[in-house]
């Protein structure tokens, strides 16, 4: 038990690590579609690769998970993140579309297995671990964010996306060590059954929740800057805008899953934080200058709703294998569902020229969000695996 501290820290710095690729991107927009070939549509697949390979990557990482266990699974998953961080710095289109990918499938099989590996290492901590985790999420995300654009000033784009090898290069030694320190085996082993949750519909509203809030959260960390400077914002500051987006949620992200744990039925926390988004988004409508207020309502409304999407695959699974399974149906999904908001917002802005339309449609995924997160946050469990273990 002495070692699992260890454990602890280098999931903590897996998850600061889990957003930085999709977060470092979105303030270099403006500039990146200046290279050949890229226009808002381009762009916005650029941001949305990233969330697509989550939802595909996903399905594997259960399998992993039994193969290699839990925390060998999420070593293998760094080794990716690390190649593909650093090849976006080269500096062609297409090694930054290559790298992007291969970041992708490693963040896929970590977003699966972290909050399984904490279910099954740290039973009587889930809500303090997941908070911690989901806040450095954000935390990687803000600071990703707000330096992206101070250090394109000082290296260049790809300077800009490949710094970001140095912290996953850290996560990845952190978590060997702790892997041959012999924090191996969680979430080993058995076969999947998977075919029993597609049946469940409190799987599904699991699925649907964190689906469509990731849609409205990558959609508005990804393009959240480049509406900031049509409304005259200069780059730094949309950058710095779009830290907040990510920062200002923390505190919601550390307390949401900490509070939901205590609670048997979840809906309170859901709501708690639910609403603050459509408010959000119609308050960027209505009165883009009070951007600020805006963008914090925006950012502690989605980092209470991520963190308690995240938490509820831990809550509503019976152990930590199933929380697995349950994980990876979600995020395969989710994440499938999510990809298409950012390519949807890039392609609603081309038709356009404006932003209304694109924060029309993301206000409409308001409702199918609350409706399934309130199935989801009810006393309930999936169904128990099948299959032999």
């Known amino acids: 038990?002495?070692?699992?501290?260890?454990?602890?820290?280098?999931?903590?710095?897996?998850?600061?690590?889990?957003?930085?690729?999709?977060?470092?991107?979105?303030?270099?927009?403006?500039?990146?579609?200046?290279q050949p070939g890229m226009s808002s549509t381009v762009a916005g697949l650029l941001t949305s690769l990233p969330v697509l390979c989550f939802g595909v990557g996903a399905v594997v990482a259960a399998p992993l998970g039994r193969r290699f266990g839990g925390e060998?699974?999420?070593?293998?998953?760094?080794?990716?993140?690390?190649?593909?961080?650093?090849?976006?710095?080269?500096?062609?289109?297409?090694?930054?579309?290559?790298?992007?990918?291969?970041?992708?499938?490693?963040?896929?099989?970590?977003?699966?297995?972290?909050?399984?590996?904490?279910?099954?290492?740290?039973?009587?901590?889930?809500?303090?671990?997941?908070?911690?985790?989901?806040?450095?999420?954000?935390?990687g995300a803000a600071v990703a964010g707000g330096f992206a654009v101070p250090l394109e000033h000082a290296t260049g784009w790809q300077g800009s996306l490949g710094l970001w090898t140095i912290p996953a290069l850290v996560a990845?030694?952190?978590?060997?060590?702790?892997?041959?320190?012999?924090?191996?085996?969680?979430?080993?082993?058995?076969?999947?059954?998977?075919?029993?949750?597609?049946?469940?519909?409190?799987?599904?509203?699991?699925?649907?929740f964190f689906g469509v809030q990731s849609a409205i959260f990558y959609s508005g960390l990804a393009w959240l800057p480049s509406i900031l400077r049509d409304h005259g914002f200069s780059a730094s500051a949309a950058g710095a805008l779009n830290s907040v987006y990510a920062l200002a949620g923390i505190p919601a992200a550390l307390a949401s899953p900490v509070i939901a744990a205590r609670l048997r039925d979840q809906r309170p926390v859901?709501?708690?934080?639910?609403?603050?988004?459509?408010?959000?988004?119609?308050?960027?409508?209505?009165?883009?200058?009070?951007?600020?207020?805006?963008?914090?309502?925006?950012?502690?409304?989605?980092?209470?709703?991520?963190?308690?999407?995240?938490?509820?695959?831990?809550?509503?699974?019976?152990?930590?294998?199933?929380?697995?399974?349950?994980?990876?149906?979600?995020?395969?999904?989710?994440?499938?569902?999510?990809?298409?908001?950012?390519?949807l917002v890039g392609a609603l802005h081309d038709l356009e020229g404006g932003w209304?339309?694109?924060?029309?449609?993301?206000?409409a995924l308001g409702a199918p969000m609350l409706a399934a997160g309130l199935g989801a946050s009810r006393s309930r469990l999936v169904p128990a695996s099948s299959a032999a273990p």
């Open 1 to 34: 038990m002495r070692r699992l501290p260890l454990l602890a820290l280098g999931l903590a710095l897996t998850g600061f690590n889990l957003r930085i690729a999709v977060a470092s991107v979105p303030p270099l927009l403006s500039d990146l579609e200046r």
């Open 72 to 139: 060998g699974a999420i070593v293998l998953a760094l080794v990716p993140l690390c190649a593909g961080t650093a090849l976006r710095a080269v500096g062609s289109t297409g090694l930054l579309f290559a790298g992007t990918v291969l970041a992708g499938a490693g963040i896929a099989v970590g977003n699966v297995l972290v909050p399984a590996v904490v279910k099954a290492r740290f039973p009587a901590q889930i809500g303090l671990l997941m908070g911690l985790y989901t806040s450095l999420l954000g935390t």
């Open 172 to 208: 990845l030694a952190v978590m060997t060590v702790a892997l041959l320190r012999g924090h191996g085996g969680g979430v080993r082993g058995g076969v999947g059954d998977t075919l029993a949750l597609l049946r469940s519909p409190l799987a599904w509203q699991v699925t649907l």
């Open 270 to 343: 859901l709501l708690a934080f639910g609403f603050l988004e459509p408010l959000a988004i119609v308050g960027l409508l209505a009165a883009p200058g009070a951007s600020v207020l805006w963008v914090t309502a925006f950012a502690l409304g989605q980092g209470g709703s991520f963190s308690l999407s995240l938490t509820l695959m831990v809550l509503r699974a019976p152990d930590a294998r199933r929380a697995a399974e349950l994980s990876g149906m979600a995020q395969a999904i989710g994440y499938s569902l999510a990809a298409l908001g950012p390519l």
């Open 356 to 363: 209304t339309a694109s924060l029309l449609f993301l206000l």
